[in-house]
């Protein structure tokens, strides 16, 4: 076993206290397409066509066909061994939070009770009137755009997209989990969204240790105490 993963395991076996931040390439060996990289959706499409309260209003039945056909390639994905690796920690530590920026619910799927989801989550569609927020697993869904249940108006995706502000709510939970834990582990994230982008230096500068996992390093890999190179279906299971 590499030296790396040998000292990064040693220091999550010591800790009872761990926050976990995941981002897409931890469900790429489930197959669901991750954002950056040669084969990233926003390489494929436009962000700013798809992922905006701009194009929503525009186009809303265009940006339902999106996020169907993204519940279709979720709907046949399985959690893969990097999720359940976390399973097996979160059973194992008291302090446990894992944060997560993907919306496919692969880790609730693996088992993760603890979980704070940044950017919402695919199978919730929201009123763009009442605000109730209704779980939809339908794929294809049965009417593009849908409809709310409750008042009949146009739904949305419970999901954060850009310019939006994540509920502040969200913010402390997140920032409180990174206060209480002594380690926080980084699995599978570009680190170039905000506000997520920050959580493992604000982690950093408050005397946490800090280990990345990721395929490459990553623009904050240089301020982490230690990144190990990898898929995380695989190093996962060697570290936890
Ligand atoms: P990205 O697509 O930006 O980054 C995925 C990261 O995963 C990259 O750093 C890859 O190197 C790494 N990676 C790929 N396969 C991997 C594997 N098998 N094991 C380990 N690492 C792997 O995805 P995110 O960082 O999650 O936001 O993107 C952040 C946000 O940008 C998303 O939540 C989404 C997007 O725009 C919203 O939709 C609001």
């Given at each position: 076993?590499?030296d790396q ?16 931040l ?42 339902w ?34 944060v ?29 009137s ?22 009949d ?22 920032l ?61 299971p060697?570290?936890?």
């Open positions: 076993m590499d993963i040998k000292e990064a395991k040693a220091i999550i076996n010591s800790t009872s206290s761990i926050t976990v995941t981002g897409a390439g931890i469900s790429a060996e489930s197959r669901i397409p991750t954002f950056r990289g040669e084969e990233g959706l926003w390489r494929k499409f436009r962000s700013e066509e798809l992922a905006t309260q701009e194009a929503f209003q525009r186009d809303p039945k265009l940006v066909e999106w996020y169907d056909w993204r519940r279709g390639l979720v709907k046949e994905a399985k959690p893969n061994p990097g999720h359940y690796a976390l399973v097996n920690l979160e059973n194992e530590k008291p302090n446990f939070t894992l997560t920026q993907n919306i496919d619910g692969l880790h609730q799927l693996a088992g993760n009770r603890n979980i704070i989801e940044m950017h919402g989550n695919l199978w919730q569609i929201r009123c763009t009442c605000g109730i927020i209704e779980q939809n697993h339908d794929v294809p869904l049965k009417e593009i755009p849908p409809k709310c249940k409750n008042c108006s146009l739904g949305r995706p419970n999901v954060v997209w850009f310019e939006e502000i994540i509920p502040i709510s969200i913010i402390d939970n997140i409180i989990a990174i206060e209480r834990c002594e380690v926080m582990l980084i699995v599978g994230t570009s680190g170039v969204v905000e506000p997520a982008a920050s959580m493992g230096l604000v982690a950093k500068h408050t005397g946490k240790t800090v280990i990345e996992v990721n395929l490459e390093t990553t623009p904050n890999s240089s301020h982490y105490d230690i990144s190990i190179l990898g898929k995380s279906g695989e190093i996962l060697m570290l936890l």
